[in-house]
């Protein structure tokens, strides 16, 4: 499952800014990928990817820091774990 | 709840438009005071369109030469039916289906079109002149942004239309976008649009407050207040004002009461981009910046854009949450938009 998540969130970030060298455990802000406008983006486009609602108390900026946080946020979400 | 005011008129042609049918050899003249008509509800800022059974060549020459062409937006011309038209030309404009009205000569198609889309609105070709009085065909107001509400959409065509073809990452587009937003007080002048602004947007608006134009315009004055309007344009044209920021000036804090963007800019970070602004603001002024947020089935965008720009939850009471932006990180403005600040 979280190698899927993955590999969706890589593909999304590809469309969206040119990947150089981007590891997953890579904070996504301190790279300068993730401003608040594609933020909003990655969440539409995961909520509709997986069929889920990510929960309000969920959205902050450590559950998407990187790869990795988004893949632990989305598999919590989609097997119905607290996160 | 009383009727919408109408968004789009979708005309027919033939027998509606002009007199006569245009494969008949019909067509020659426009129908009285036709013109006029078209003219005004442009300038209201009532988008128009047309659907129309014809060769669409020319059925759309002849729109041409009498000089109409310009006005209509997402025209459907061809032999469909005209309720799918108008589903696609709703679609197409990204307003509801309350909000349109169509014009017919023909029973028939307005039956069609009242049987699969009852919240059209038909109107008689046969009632042509009466258009211009119906209070649904009257906004409460025409603003400048208004009256130029169909040059933008056509401009918003030309770039979805380049989006789709650009090949690079959404963030070189934006880059080739040349987007300038100008954040400055709210003036006299720009009241209308600000009230228009509160009542229209649903969707990118952070707690849906509104305000009488009485109350809008003592908040311009007010020294409590402070009241900031966004402008925004780029290669393409002008979008005119899209965001509009209300902050309560306390002793210790700025209070974001409302913070309203335009649906058409929704991916264009201007949300983020006027919060950066008020964070940058708050700091230099040594104040604490709080944020309102009251939950609608539709807003929740801009509850994201809030934890996303560094603010947390204070509270949460009947449905309307208190943030606080808390983040130690420093926030610069997108380098795709350039940013200016008029005081």
């Known amino acids: ?83 | 709840m009383p009727e919408k005011k109408i968004k789009c008129v979708v005309w027919d042609l033939d027998g509606t438009i002009w007199d006569g049918v245009l494969i008949e050899g019909g067509g020659k003249a426009l129908r009285k005071g036709v013109r006029e008509i078209i003219e005004e509800l442009d300038r209201r800022g009532i988008l128009q369109s047309i659907a129309s059974k014809n060769d669409y060549d020319e059925a759309w020459k002849r729109v041409e030469r009498f000089g109409l062409d310009e006005y209509f937006l997402c025209s459907r011309i061809n032999w469909g039916s005209k309720a799918k038209s108008i589903r696609e030309i709703a679609e197409a404009l990204n307003i509801g289906l309350d909000t349109f009205a169509f014009v017919d000569d023909t029973a028939a198609e307005r039956g069609e079109v009242s049987f699969n889309i009852p919240e059209v609105m038909t109107i008689d070709a046969a009632d042509y002149t009466t258009m211009l009085g119906m209070d649904r065909m009257t906004p409460e107001f025409i603003t400048a942004d208004a009256s130029a509400r169909r040059r933008m959409y056509k401009e918003e065509f030309e770039r979805q239309e380049a989006e789709s073809e650009f090949g690079g990452t959404s963030e070189e587009f934006l880059k080739s976008l040349g987007m300038k937003l100008k954040i400055s007080p709210v003036t006299e002048n720009d009241l209308r649009r600000v009230e228009e602004l509160t009542l229209r947007t649903s969707q990118m608006n952070a707690t849906g407050y509104t305000y009488s134009y009485k109350e809008l315009q003592g908040l311009i004055d007010s020294d409590k207040h402070i009241f900031l309007s966004a402008e925004l344009e780029d290669k393409f044209g002008d979008y005119g004002k899209i965001g509009l920021a209300l902050i309560e000036d306390t002793a210790d804090s700025y209070v974001i009461k409302l913070l309203i963007m335009s649906c058409r800019v929704m991916t264009r970070g201007i949300g983020s981009t006027i919060l950066i602004h008020l964070i940058k603001k708050s700091i230099n002024d040594g104040k604490r910046l709080i944020a309102e947020y009251l939950e609608t089935d539709r807003n929740r965008m801009m509850y994201i854009t809030y934890k996303f720009m560094g603010f947390g939850d204070l509270e949460t009471e009947d449905g309307k949450t208190i943030l606080a932006y808390t983040s130690e990180t420093r926030r610069e403005y997108p380098d795709y938009i350039e940013v200016i600040e008029a005081e």
Do not use: C
Request: aromatic residues 8%.
């Open chain 1, 1 to 83: 499952m979280k190698d899927e998540i993955k590999n969706k969130v890589r593909g999304f970030l590809a469309k969206n800014k040119k990947i150089g060298e981007l590891s997953d455990g890579d904070d996504l802000f301190e790279k300068g990928f993730v401003n608040s406008l594609f933020a909003l983006q990655l969440i539409m486009f995961l909520e509709k990817e997986f069929k889920i609602k990510i929960p309000d108390k969920a959205i902050n900026e450590d559950n998407f820091r990187s790869v990795d946080a988004i893949a632990v946020t989305v598999s919590a979400v989609v097997n119905n774990e607290t996160i």
